[in-house]
């Protein structure tokens, strides 16, 4: 059982490359979220997903795109990498997203992405 | 506006000691989940605790608990007798009634020898 796991740990591109970072959960969760963290902001939602499907966009989805082709995977990708995208990006899922605590987002490992 | 609001960005605590970290949130849904998150200098993010605003007690884990204070809207977590591995960033982070979670902007934790 290996929780959440993310793909991969470390990229580094250059200005204009596209890439896409793989999430995958193990634990049959039905929600699955995209965050960026810089410092000083704390986690900001980038796009999320309610079931297999499905998407939605969140709080700083511009110059993102997401896919949920299988439930137990969420994709981010990057079509034209910018400085501003450096971060670290965490993926998390959760069962449910109303207050519960099935709500709970457990965290992948984080994936840090510098963009030159 | 739903909002999660962290006071402290740091804190200088002794080993052994309890400590304190501040959260108030405000929202205007009946129900709502309140969590904390811990994470290290290593990345990850860890979850700690979660407190239902219907739940009659406050939520324990440990040393671990949440002091919840629905009418003061406060969520403050307490950790008992503090070691030198609960040095870390905290977010406190609130589920309300759509299909997101809230995060505060963290309080960062060092716990002296």
């Known amino acids: 059982n290996a929780g959440v796991t993310q793909t991969p740990k470390f990229r580094v591109l250059k200005t204009g490359q596209s890439m896409t970072l793989l999430c995958a959960q193990d634990m049959n969760h039905e929600y699955m979220y995209w965050y960026r963290q810089d410092p000083g902001m704390g986690l900001r939602l980038i796009h999320y997903s309610v079931g297999e499907g499905t998407t939605a966009k969140g709080e700083v989805p511009d110059g993102y795109n997401v896919s949920r082709l299988k439930k137990q995977n969420f994709l981010l990708g990057l079509e034209s990498a910018a400085p501003s995208q450096t971060s670290v990006y965490f993926c998390?899922?959760?069962?449910?997203?109303?207050?519960?605590?099935?709500?709970?987002?457990?965290f992948g490992p984080g994936t840090r992405l510098t963009v030159l | 506006a739903q909002k999660i609001t962290q006071t402290q960005p740091g804190m200088f605590v002794q080993e052994k000691e309890a400590v304190t970290l501040d959260c108030t949130y405000d929202?205007?849904?009946?129900?709502?989940?309140l969590f904390w998150y811990k994470q290290p200098s290593s990345g990850e993010m860890i979850f700690l605790i979660y407190?239902?605003?219907?739940?009659?007690q406050n939520a324990t884990e440990g040393r671990y608990s949440l002091n919840f204070q629905k009418a003061r809207k406060s969520a403050n977590l307490v950790i008992s007798a503090s070691q030198l591995g609960d040095s870390a960033m905290y977010f406190c982070?609130?589920?309300?009634?759509?299909?997101?979670?809230?995060f505060g902007k963290g309080t960062r934790l060092h716990i002296l020898p």
């Open positions: 407190q239902g605003s219907y739940d009659q």
């Open positions: 929202t205007s849904d009946p129900s709502y989940g």
């Open positions: 998390a899922s959760s069962y449910f997203a109303l207050a519960g605590p099935r709500s709970t987002q457990y």
């Open positions: 982070a609130m589920s309300p009634s759509d299909d997101k979670i809230i």
